[in-house]
């Protein structure tokens, strides 16, 4: 019995979520008007670029068994900050840098809180969540700030041979990510510290700086997002990103990644947010009123949860089979 | 003098087994009023288990439990308690956070008429259950404050406020100071003469002699002795609590011992801790033994860095090394394979390839720092030849594999980083017969390749049939070391138990013989 459950659950996480993907993209070619058109699907590519982007940073935290709250909040300050900067006459890509180090920088405080002060995650980023929003309000005097001839503004609207540029930063982000997860020694002590942090440590594994350095790339992640989100909408919002780690967590979760820590796919999240994406835009084309659409998606946040409740059911199932065997040693 | 008494409890032929092992196999004990039965037998002679079943938290298989002469059923927890039977575990079962009258009456606490817990009863309540204990603790201070020693005495009094008559004791001073040891000592006493029947679980000899009526040795599940202490003989128990039949599991080949791989010297965990000196050679195999707790892993952990210690040299090849991490220790050469398979050597979801290559990767960067796959993975189909392990499981999740197997996969990790030192913390703990044979020729191989292998093991056998020297480690510290030739189970169990004295420190510290 055991053994098939194992069966039924390693099948659904090779194809199951890829299957969702495909039958809401069809649902939506037949139910959606105008779903299908290229314009649309650019469309879909370009919102869904923020949340993705967001997500990869999300996904290898958690697969670290951690979580990061702040992400959101770090979308505003990181974004008011490249925003004032260009406006104060830097350069804009010095400018849309100095945002993403910003994020580096609120991802080095929540990991260095977490990983040499000890403290739980979702304390340490639920306070820097707080923290970073009122400074997004602190530096913007709690109003946007629009600027219509924002120097960076291609980073959110523009265009490389038809293909919108945050769709292309967020493939890069996806790609560098893969080959850190996949291919190089960080990735395996990343997946090694989520699966068995004290195992981790014998086998000669620097736990804290792998927990630090997460921290930073979803700090990062969560800066270039910020960017984007601020060259979109060509002004300084202190509101900006509200809710957005909700979203990455969700994507991320749908991807297969275990909050359990351990186990998780880089594809699987790009899944997830494409999924969440088409979601949104269908459920728009599709004229479904805003408060029903919070209650689909609301639906589909609780059956990931469920999805990911069953593995780990699996897994605790396992645990209390092997702790009754130690018994009889 | 208590023959003639019925007795309070009575355990009649009881049997357990554990998915088809036998672990007690016609287990016999009395125990009466006024009267501290000692309990011994080496580790997995299947005391917890027998207490477990007493404390319902097992169920036996066949035998019978009387109490007062009628046979009883003790399905939970709660039923030991209605027939009197109350068990003081090593690792004490309160609420640190709570105070010392909450602890006393958790799931019982006193309401007023208000439906509300009633506060002063409560403190009053406590005063009572403490008196008998004769110890000063204030009901109303954190539990978590109190020393361990006071701890228990609010175990014991929460115990005898619920009108235990068989009391059980499990290890009771493994944690406790010299003057705390002594204050249980007085109350148990005063509770036996108070009618009060104890069973005392300990392996230390001195105890034993010091408080108990009678003896109880327990061996692979059997009861093989019974005796008035006054007529026992500590030879003649140690000689009861190993002697098995040994299986020819081990091959001894004779080897030629290299140069001094690991030199420690005067090193303490503690400033105030016992000094631990040792040598291990290049090609040989060293063994470590000692009772559970002894602080053998304890020496271990310390010598590669995964905990601090106070003072002391570590030497490899002659330089000295303090290494902070286990990082730093495999960077040089040492390679820990640790006690627990499950909570400190895999890791559960990865595949067999990544369990044993985790601490190798840096030998196989590229230039642009990728993991070089092809390479690596030859190689890792190597160590699973080398350690007997079907190249098919590969990319098989680890726990998806038995014990030995998961133990063998770990071994592989340490012979692909190729370390000069290895420790083996219970290189053989709950893996199969099979399993094991292929562990120690796989010891023996790397001793032949001149590695130096340092193996802990609470398994006597064991460590007698593959060590060329046996450390003993007592309360921290190194009672003995015997040469594999002047060496048996008894003698090294005198060192572990205390009932040899030890040697001096000269005779210790000297090198191969």
């Known amino acids: ?329 | 003098m208590v023959e003639s008494k019925k007795p309070l409890l009575e355990i009649r032929d009881i049997r357990k087994s554990f998915s088809g092992v036998m672990v007690l196999n016609s287990v016999n004990l009395n125990l009466y009023e006024h009267e501290v039965l000692a309990l011994m037998g080496e580790n997995g002679a299947g005391k917890s288990t027998l207490m477990n079943i007493l404390s319902g938290n097992l169920k036996r298989d066949s035998g019978q439990v009387l109490i007062n002469g009628e046979p009883v059923d003790i399905e939970t927890p709660k039923d030991a308690a209605e027939h009197g039977i109350a068990i003081i575990h090593q690792e004490l079962n309160v609420v640190p956070s709570m105070t010392v009258a909450e602890n006393l009456a958790l799931g019982n606490e006193p309401k007023n008429r208000y439906g509300l817990i009633d506060k002063k009863r409560m403190r009053q309540d406590a005063l009572d259950k403490l008196s008998p204990i004769k110890a000063s603790i204030d009901p109303g201070q954190m539990l978590g404050e109190l020393g361990v020693g006071e701890q228990q005495m609010v175990e014991i009094a929460k115990a005898l406020a619920q009108h235990a008559r068989i009391l059980i004791l499990d290890e009771p001073t493994a944690s406790l100071s010299k003057g705390e040891s002594e204050q249980l000592f007085r109350l148990i006493q005063e509770l036996c003469e108070q009618g009060t029947g104890l069973i005392y679980i300990s392996h230390r000899m001195e105890e034993v002699f010091a408080l108990a009526d009678r003896l109880t040795v327990l061996r692979d599940g059997h009861t093989v002795m019974t005796k008035d202490i006054a007529h026992a003989d500590q030879n003649e128990i140690v000689a009861k609590m190993v002697g098995r039949t040994v299986e020819k599991l081990y091959e001894h080949p004779a080897r030629e011992v290299g140069a001094e791989e690991l030199i420690v010297q005067d090193l303490r965990l503690e400033s105030d801790g016992p000094a631990v000196s040792f040598t291990v050679h290049a090609g040989e195999v060293v063994g470590m033994s000692g009772l559970v707790g002894a602080g053998r892993t304890e020496i271990a952990r310390a010598i590669i860095g995964a905990d601090p210690h106070a003072s002391g040299t570590i030497r490899l090849k002659g330089k000295e090394f303090r290494f902070k991490s286990p990082k730093e220790a495999i960077g040089h050469g040492v390679a820990y394979l640790p006690e627990s398979r499950k909570t400190q050597s895999i890791f559960p979801v990865r595949s067999v390839e990544d369990n044993i290559s985790i601490s190798s990767l840096d030998q196989y960067l590229t230039p642009l720092r990728l993991i070089a796959k092809g390479k690596l993975r030859s190689d890792v189909v190597a160590s699973m030849e080398s350690v007997n392990i079907l190249k098919r499981l590969q990319h098989t999740p680890i726990t998806n594999l038995s014990g030995g197997n998961q133990q063998k996969a770990i071994f592989a990790r340490w012979l692909l980083k190729d370390s000069e030192l290895l420790i083996l913390d219970e290189p053989t703990r709950g893996v199969d017969v099979g399993a094991k044979q292929e562990i120690y020729e796989l010891i023996n191989d790397l001793a032949a390749k001149g590695k130096a292998v340092l193996v802990i093991s609470s398994d006597l056998p064991e460590v007698l049939g593959i060590s060329d020297r046996i450390l003993v480690v007592r309360q921290g510290a190194i009672a003995a070391c015997l040469s594999s030739q002047e060496a048996t189970e008894e003698s090294v169990m005198s060192y572990a138990t205390g009932v040899a004295a030890s040697q001096t420190a000269d005779s210790m510290a000297s090198g191969t013989n």
Not at chain 1, 135 to 145: D, F, K, M, R, W
Not at chain 1, 298 to 323: C, H, P, Y
């Open chain 1, 1 to 329: 019995m055991k053994s098939k459950n194992m069966d039924w659950a390693s099948i659904w996480e090779k194809v199951g979520m890829p299957f969702v993907l495909v039958l809401l993209v069809v649902f939506m070619l037949i139910k959606a008007p105008n779903f299908g058109t290229m314009s649309n699907l650019f469309n879909v590519a370009r919102s869904i670029s923020i949340n993705a982007i967001l997500a990869a940073g999300m996904t290898i935290v958690i697969i670290t068994a951690g979580i990061d709250l702040s992400v959101g909040s770090t979308i505003a300050v990181s974004g008011c900050v490249a925003v004032l900067a260009a406006q104060s006459g830097m350069n804009p890509v010095l400018a849309v840098l100095l945002g993403v180090l910003v994020g580096a920088i609120a991802g080095f405080v929540n990991g260095w809180l977490i990983a040499y002060c000890k403290l739980a995650a979702f304390i340490v980023t639920l306070g820097t969540m707080t923290f970073l929003r009122g400074l997004a309000y602190t530096i913007t005097g709690g109003l946007p700030i629009v600027d219509n001839n924002l120097s960076f503004r291609a980073v959110g609207n523009g265009y490389i041979w038809k293909v919108p540029i945050p769709f292309v930063i967020m493939i890069i982000v996806y790609l560098v990510v893969w080959v850190m997860l996949d291919k190089t020694r960080f990735g395996s002590h990343v997946y090694a510290v989520g699966g068995n942090p004290e195992a981790a440590r014998l086998a000669g594994i620097n736990v804290k700086r792998v927990l630090l350095s997460v921290y930073v790339i979803a700090g990062v992640c969560a800066g270039l997002a910020g960017c984007i989100f601020a060259a979109r909408v060509v002004s300084a919002q202190p509101t900006a990103g509200t809710g957005y780690e909700m979203d990455a967590i969700t994507a991320a979760i749908l991807g297969g990644t275990s909050m359990a820590g351990g186990k998780g796919k880089i594809s699987g999240t790009l899944v997830g947010a494409v999924i969440l994406g088409v979601l949104t835009t269908g459920l728009v084309l599709m004229n479904v009123p805003f408060f029903t659409q919070q209650l689909i998606k609301g639906v589909v946040i609780i059956i990931a949860v469920l999805i990911d409740g069953l593995k780990q059911n699996s897994f605790s199932f396992n645990l209390l089979g092997r702790k009754t065997a130690a018994l009889s040693d």
